[in-house]
Structure formats: C-alpha cells, structure tokens
C-alpha cells in the first residue's frame, strides 16, 4: 500500500493540517456507508457525498473502494492486492510449477500477515462483528467475495475449471482460512494456537491445495 | 438422550409440578458456573450446591457434565456422545475399512445435525457467544477439547500416532469444521451456504481423513 504522505505528494512534516480533517471524515463516512449498505452497495461517489467532498479527491487519498475499505477498518494490508501481488510474485519465482504450490503459498502469507498482532486485531476484529452483527456479515461476505475470493479464482486459472466451479473452490478455501483464524485466534483452541506456522502451512497448504485445483468429487 | 420424562421414571402427564421447577433451577445453576468457572472448572456438585439441591438429583436428572452442559446450553444433542457412538456403529458396519472413512462420517454426521434447524441454532449461538465473550470461547473451548476432540482423538486410535500428536489431528479438523460451520451458517458466504450437504461431505471429508490419519509434514 501506497504511504499516506506520498499519495498527496507532501512530505510528513509539511502536511497541512486540513488534510487530516477531511481524510478522518471520508474515513467516518467509509464505516457508516458499507455497515449500512454492505461493500457491493457501497460507492465511492456516496461516501464522498456524505462527507461533503469532491469524488476526486476521496480517489486522491486512497484509490480504490477496496483500498478505502482497507483503511476505514484499519487493515494493516489490502488483502486482496496483497494475494494477487504475493502470488504473481510466486509464479515468476516458480514458472510452471506455480499452481502446485498455491495452498502452501496461500497459507503462509495468511499467517505471516496474522503474525502481525495490529494485523490479527483487525481481522479478529471483523470476525467477531460478523459473527454478532448481521451487517457487519454482509459486509465481510461481500468484501471477501469481491475482493481475495476473486482473487484466488483468477490465480488458480484453467485449473480450476469454469468460473462457478473456481468460486465454490475459493469458498472452500474461506471455510478452512477463516476457520484455522478463529480457532487459533477467537477461541484459542490447543495445540492449533501453539502451533508453528511452519507446521501449519505444511498440514494446511495440501487441503487448500487441494480446494484450489484437485478432485472434489 | 434419554428423555427427560422416562430419566425420572413418571409420564409426561403424570410428572410432579416441583420437578420442572427444580430441573429449571438446576439448569440455571448450570448455567452461571459453566459460564463463570469454564467447562472443566465446574463440577455437579458445585452446581447442585448452586441450587440447593443434592449432587445425587442433579446426577438423577442430567446423569454426565457432558449432558447436563447440553442440555443448559439446549443442544439437542450430547456431541461428544453423538460422535462415539455414530463412529461406533459404523465401525460395526465397516470393520477394517472404517478408519479410512473417518473423515467423511465425521462430515456428514456434522451435517446432518446443522441441518436441524433448532440444533445449528443452538451451536451457531455458541460460536456467537464465543466470538465476542472470553468467558464463553473459554467455556467452548474447554467443552471441545473434553468431549469432541477427545471423542476423535480415541476414535483414530494408533494410526494417529501418539496422544499429543492425536490431539493436534484433532484440533486440525475442529479448524476445518468450526470454519465451515461459521463461513456456511455465520457468515453465510456463497456458493458454500447453498451446496448440498453430499457435495461438501466429498469436498471435505478428504481434509478431515488427512488431519486424522494422513501424512501432516
């Protein structure tokens, strides 16, 4: 993610303090909007109304609907650009041997952004108002559907089969994800919480693997 | 389980009306301590002591902790219970072939209970509860590891490897079973929530067999 100060072209100290202003407000504006209308009825255009400011400049300060989602719930990462860059990495480093290491790849990057404890806040954080809070569900389904499900569908490629098939592999890919994130993180289940990452991405990476490009029937 | 009528030898029409208000108190009792001392923390006797009654009626009216737990809790089953004896059976039905089955078994058994409405009510509830109060992932977690996991880890037996490495197994699956309970009836994410259950026993009953019995390095 772009640095906040590089983005308005002005260094940290010569910020003007108007800026700040204005960006806590479209920020403000951002978590009423997709808690009200979820992330798919939610535009840039309205967030910037309620805020009284110009599209553009909401454009200006955080780019994409996705980017401001990332900022608004104070994701330390934009998950789904941080997947498609993690994996279009890989799949220079490896060639044709990619898509047989998506579900170790996949893993790891989720816990190594979880070993982040600002990081782990934020998604524990989501999880646990989705799990209370039927907006705030419909908010992180339409957000996660959108954004890294979309992501992990276009990743596995032809592999994956036709496009309904790719998203019900990438749900199945959500199902474990999320699962393995509230048990280790939410409920603290022993010895998953203790676990090393290493380890897990070893048990893991083959069912996620699997999920993405194998036999499901 | 056993009904409540039959547990305390009278008819429906026949029961004595100080026995519903004595269940109910005892019930309530359960209730406070489970969620105040933990599941392993809790005895029958402190509950009994709770509301004012003799551990010998609690034990008359509820038999186990594991069932008492339920039936505070109000699932409509005994989960560690369920387990030992689905598995049970159909160990009587496959012999040698059983432990290759595991897996799907434990989905479909899953399944099949999530799919009384009354019943994913109830667990729903509980991933609620533990998702936002330490008090109640503390009482989950403990249920968990005590009954279900511990139900799994015996059930796998030897092809497990050793206790600690069975409890590890078993944690492994509670992630994928958690995850999917929580991205199909919590979150609701699509095309997970409207697959059949026969599609996800086959999906996923091969994660569940490879936590238990496969090779996780």
Do not use: C
Not at 140 to 149: A, H, P, Y
Not at 151 to 177: F, H, K, M, N, T
Request: charged share 25%; aromatic share 6%; proline share 3%.
């Amino acid at each position: 993610m772009t640095s906040r100060t590089s983005r308005t072209g002005r260094t940290r100290s010569g910020r003007r303090a108007g800026d700040s202003g204005t960006r806590e407000a479209i920020l403000a504006a951002a978590r009423r909007r997709f808690g009200a209308s979820g992330y798919d009825g939610t535009t840039i255009r309205a967030i910037a109304a309620d805020a009284g400011v110009d599209p553009a400049l909401v454009h200006h300060f955080h780019g994409t609907k996705e980017r401001l989602f990332a900022a608004a719930m104070q994701l330390p990462v934009v998950p789904g650009e941080l997947i498609t860059s993690v994996l279009a990495a890989e799949r220079r480093r490896l060639g044709d041997e990619f898509v047989g290491h998506l579900g170790e790849i996949i893993v790891r990057t989720v816990l190594t952004v979880w070993d982040v404890e600002d990081a782990r806040a934020s998604f524990v954080g989501m999880l646990r108002s989705a799990a209370t809070n039927e907006h705030a569900a419909r908010t992180l389904r339409e957000f996660l559907t959108s954004t890294i499900m979309a992501a992990l569908a276009q990743a596995v490629g032809p592999d994956g089969g036709e496009p309904a098939r790719r998203r019900y592999r990438a749900s199945l890919v959500a199902s474990q994800i999320i699962g393995l994130g509230f048990t280790r993180w939410v409920l603290r289940l022993e010895p998953i919480t203790s676990a090393s990452a290493a380890d897990l991405a070893a048990a893991i990476g083959p069912t996620v693997q699997r999920y993405l490009t194998g036999d499901l029937t």
